[in-house]
């Protein structure tokens, strides 16, 4: 049962860093002008990402016994659009 305990307190950590995060931006951006240093980057929201989507995925394997993935992946032919004229001559 540990394993299952632990998950809803992760989310709530990385929820709570994220929201304390976005609040002091928004306190930050009516005060003053923030520095680059004190934003956060783009590494901690694919961190927080992952960690999220980490967590899904276990408790949607324990509840409905599948695997998902969570990575994006092109279904059709993107590239099709670029090999036919748009407008006739």
Known sequence: MA??????????VIGMH?????WRRV???VRAKPTVAE????ADLHAAIDAMGAIFKKYAAILTGRIYALE?????????????PWLSS
């Open 18 to 22: 994220l929201k304390r995060m976005i």
């Open 72 to 84: 994006p992946f092109i279904e059709r032919d993107w590239e099709a659009i670029f090999r036919v």
């Open 39 to 42: 934003l956060p980057t783009f």
């Open 27 to 29: 306190n930050e951006m």
């Open 3 to 12: 394993l299952l305990d632990r998950g809803p307190i992760q989310a709530d």
